[in-house]
Protein backbone atom coordinates (compact mmCIF):
# COMPACT_ATOMS: atom_id res chain seq x y z
CA UNK A 1 0.00 0.00 0.00
CA UNK A 2 2.83 2.16 1.04
CA UNK A 3 4.88 2.11 -2.52
CA UNK A 4 1.49 1.67 -4.66
CA UNK A 5 0.29 5.00 -3.15
CA UNK A 6 3.44 7.13 -3.19
CA UNK A 7 2.97 6.84 0.77
CA UNK A 8 6.52 7.22 2.94
CA UNK A 9 5.27 5.75 5.50
CA UNK A 10 2.78 3.59 7.26
CA UNK A 11 1.82 1.60 10.38
CA UNK A 12 0.49 -1.46 10.55
CA UNK A 13 -2.91 -1.33 11.73
CA UNK A 14 -3.22 0.88 8.70
CA UNK A 15 -3.13 -2.48 6.53
CA UNK A 16 -5.27 -4.36 9.11
CA UNK A 17 -2.03 -5.48 10.48
CA UNK A 18 -2.58 -5.23 14.48
CA UNK A 19 1.00 -5.00 15.63
CA UNK A 20 2.84 -2.53 17.13
CA UNK A 21 5.23 -1.87 13.77
CA UNK A 22 6.13 0.83 11.39
CA UNK A 23 7.78 0.82 7.73
CA UNK A 24 9.10 4.00 6.25
CA UNK A 25 11.54 5.98 3.83
CA UNK A 26 11.71 7.64 0.66
CA UNK A 27 13.90 7.51 -2.27
CA UNK A 28 14.50 9.69 -5.04
CA UNK A 29 11.58 7.73 -7.44
CA UNK A 30 9.04 8.84 -4.92
CA UNK A 31 6.88 10.77 -7.39
CA UNK A 32 4.83 12.22 -4.14
CA UNK A 33 7.61 14.21 -2.61
CA UNK A 34 10.54 14.49 -5.34
CA UNK A 35 12.29 17.08 -3.53
CA UNK A 36 12.55 15.18 -0.43
CA UNK A 37 15.92 13.93 0.64
CA UNK A 38 16.47 10.17 1.02
CA UNK A 39 15.52 8.44 4.23
CA UNK A 40 16.60 4.65 4.26
CA UNK A 41 13.89 2.21 4.57
CA UNK A 42 13.52 0.99 8.12
CA UNK A 43 10.96 -1.64 10.03
CA UNK A 44 10.61 -0.51 13.69
CA UNK A 45 8.73 -3.36 15.60
CA UNK A 46 7.53 -1.74 18.92
CA UNK A 47 8.96 1.17 18.46
CA UNK A 48 9.57 3.58 21.60
CA UNK A 49 10.21 6.97 21.11
CA UNK A 50 12.88 7.85 24.27
CA UNK A 51 13.94 11.34 23.42
CA UNK A 52 12.55 14.10 21.57
CA UNK A 53 14.57 17.43 21.06
CA UNK A 54 13.37 20.68 22.54
CA UNK A 55 13.35 22.47 19.31
CA UNK A 56 10.37 21.68 16.62
CA UNK A 57 9.74 22.54 13.08
CA UNK A 58 6.23 23.04 11.24
CA UNK A 59 5.26 20.74 7.85
CA UNK A 60 2.44 19.96 6.26
CA UNK A 61 1.53 16.21 6.66
CA UNK A 62 -0.27 13.86 4.58
CA UNK A 63 -1.61 10.42 5.30
CA UNK A 64 -2.66 7.38 3.06
CA UNK A 65 -5.53 6.99 5.86
CA UNK A 66 -6.90 10.28 4.45
CA UNK A 67 -6.37 10.63 0.78
CA UNK A 68 -6.16 14.32 -0.18
CA UNK A 69 -6.22 16.04 3.21
CA UNK A 70 -3.24 17.83 4.87
CA UNK A 71 -2.38 19.18 8.68
CA UNK A 72 0.28 22.20 9.35
CA UNK A 73 1.75 19.66 11.95
CA UNK A 74 4.57 20.62 14.86
CA UNK A 75 6.66 17.85 15.60
CA UNK A 76 10.31 17.73 17.55
CA UNK A 77 12.85 17.65 14.91
CA UNK A 78 14.68 15.18 16.38
CA UNK A 79 14.13 11.91 18.45
CA UNK A 80 15.67 8.76 19.74
CA UNK A 81 13.81 5.89 18.93
CA UNK A 82 14.45 1.83 20.55
CA UNK A 83 12.66 -0.81 19.30
CA UNK A 84 13.09 -4.35 17.33
CA UNK A 85 14.44 -5.15 13.52
CA UNK A 86 12.46 -7.71 11.43
CA UNK A 87 14.64 -10.09 12.96
CA UNK A 88 13.57 -9.56 16.38
CA UNK A 89 16.82 -7.71 17.80
CA UNK A 90 17.18 -4.74 19.68
CA UNK A 91 17.80 -1.47 17.84
CA UNK A 92 18.06 1.82 18.78
CA UNK A 93 18.80 4.89 16.48
CA UNK A 94 18.70 8.81 16.78
CA UNK A 95 16.48 10.14 13.95
CA UNK A 96 16.38 13.79 12.44
CA UNK A 97 14.61 16.01 9.93
CA UNK A 98 12.36 14.11 7.82
CA UNK A 99 12.94 10.68 9.10
CA UNK A 100 12.07 11.76 12.49
CA UNK A 101 8.65 13.26 11.30
CA UNK A 102 7.79 10.30 9.56
CA UNK A 103 8.75 7.89 12.37
CA UNK A 104 6.67 10.00 14.78
CA UNK A 105 3.89 10.46 12.73
CA UNK A 106 3.59 6.53 12.06
CA UNK A 107 4.29 6.25 15.49
CA UNK A 108 1.06 8.08 16.14
CA UNK A 109 -1.02 5.63 14.20
CA UNK A 110 -0.11 2.78 16.75
CA UNK A 111 -1.43 4.80 19.33
CA UNK A 112 -4.99 5.67 17.81
CA UNK A 113 -3.70 9.11 16.73
CA UNK A 114 -4.57 9.94 13.24
Avoid at 36 to 48: G, S
Avoid at 76 to 99: C, F, M, N, Q, Y
Wanted: glycine share 12%.
Amino acid sequence: AMSKYGGIGIAAPQVGWWARAIWFGIDESNTRYPSAPPVPLQLWINPEITWASAETNWLWEGCLSVPGLRGWVERPSAIEVRGLDGEGRPKEARLEGLAARIAQHEADHLDGIL
